[in-house]
């Protein structure tokens, strides 16, 4: 992924839009949330943490020790975090990527967004989507009459099925939100 933050350091700017969080209370938060795409774990979030502090986009906002237990650095979100995580997320959902991590991470995420924000994002990927689909029902229409064998096209055929599939969950998932159907956090981030 050309991101600049992986899918990880992706997450964890997001939980932390709920609540400052030490890396291991993100690791459980991760794991009894299923957020399945993030992999790695504990290494990678310990990674992320890391790279996001170099970037600023998250502080240390204290340091808490339990009884015995070493001390936790507790980290905070800031304001450039809430930036790159709108834009990453946007980026997410708006451009279809061969590999669909990506989507199902910005699905899971997508609380983060303001609700338009997310709509005009899902809506730019619909668009891309049936784009798609009429050049790949085009190309299988000129292949139908070429005598090529058939089986040397399920793939195309199998692409299309996805792609179609992903398209009506987007469409009936905006339809949702347009009728007001999804509660939608109040801590999403920043209207652009």
Known sequence: MAQRHSLVGLTVLALLTVRPSHPYELHRFIIDTHKDYVTGLPR??????????????IVPAKTDREGRRPERT???????????LATQLCRLL??????????????????CLPPGEAQRAL???????????????????????????????????????????ELDWIRRF???????????????????
Request: proline share 5%.
């Open 174 to 192: 905006l339809d949702r939100l347009d009728k007001g159907e999804l509660d939608w956090p109040t801590t999403a981030a920043v209207e652009p």
């Open 123 to 165: 809506r730019g990927r619909a668009a891309t989507i049936e784009g798609m689909l009429a050049g790949m029902d085009a190309h299988m229409r000129a292949m139908a009459g070429s005598g090529m064998p058939e089986i040397l096209m399920v793939e195309v055929e199998y692409e299309h099925a996805v792609h179609t599939a």
């Open 94 to 111: 708006e451009k279809p990527e061969p590999d669909r991590r990506g989507f199902v991470a910005g699905v899971s995420l997508l609380g």
């Open 44 to 57: 990678s979030l310990y990674h992320a943490v890391e790279r996001l502090v170099r970037d600023e986009l």
């Open 74 to 84: 507790v980290y905070e979100i800031t304001d450039e975090g809430r930036e790159e």
